[in-house]
């Protein structure tokens, strides 16, 4: 019986997927190089990245190209463009640390949840069957309301960058009279803040979550001791 290839280490580094992550990394790099100088042009590149972040996964199942290291790359990925967003936020908005808290409950969350994965000897950071919370489970469960959820996240960024006009802008100002001056942006940062207000508490269960499956790690394995 012949024996199953075995793919070479640069042929998974090669994989599609893995190629339109390092586009992500390279587009994201210019979007941030020329965010002050173009907002438009930065709002489009960095959505656009943020899509395919949804192709690259596509690409991996229909391929068979499924990696750890692209999981890795795509998170790795994901977590510093909205980071450095935030960190813009941070500036141009007050009270700027607003932004810098949700920064870290973002990266946080998805570390502990990461690392309790690997304890839990699960495949996939999204496996949550397990889990008792209904939210959390309706959040990796169904793909259509965390896609949701995730755009509604990263729009509503994209357009506070957009609204911002000058430095230490107040925040709450800047909101407020954009949706008395328009009523269909009004519409749209209402569903926006939604799916923002959702992800959000998605991302404080999901630490608490896997802080709990990190001290329980903790208790059995002192136990076996």
């Not at 007050?94 to 920064?103: A, D, Y």
Request: hydrophobic letters at 50%; glycine letters at 4%; charged letters at 15%.
């Amino acid at each position: 019986m012949a024996k199953k290839s075995r793919p070479r280490k640069l042929s998974v580094y090669l994989y599609i997927p893995n190629i339109i992550g390092y586009i992500r990394v390279l587009m994201n790099c210019f979007a941030f190089y020329i965010c002050s100088s173009n907002k438009q042009l930065f709002s489009v590149l960095y959505f656009i990245s943020f899509v395919c972040d949804a192709l690259d996964g596509w690409f991996a199942r229909k391929f068979n190209q499924v990696s750890t290291f692209g999981a890795v790359l795509d998170m790795v990925t994901d977590r510093i463009s909205t980071a450095c967003l935030l960190v813009i936020l941070s500036q141009v908005y007050r009270p700027g640390l607003v932004f810098l808290s949700l920064l870290a409950l973002d990266i946080g969350s998805h570390w502990f949840q990461m690392y309790s994965t690997f304890l839990a000897g699960k495949a996939s950071h999204k496996d949550v069957k397990d889990s008792t919370n209904w939210l959390f489970k309706a959040y990796y469960g169904n793909r259509i309301f965390m896609c949701y959820c995730c755009v509604a996240c990263e729009l509503l960024y994209i357009t506070l960058f957009l609204l911002a006009k000058n430095q230490n802008e107040n925040l709450t100002k800047v909101v407020v009279e954009a949706a008395k001056q328009n009523s269909a942006l009004a519409v749209l940062l209402v569903l926006l803040l939604v799916g923002w207000a959702i992800k959000q508490a998605v991302n404080f269960i999901q630490m608490k979550t896997a802080a709990d499956l990190c001290v329980d790690y903790d208790i059995i394995k002192k136990q076996k001791a």
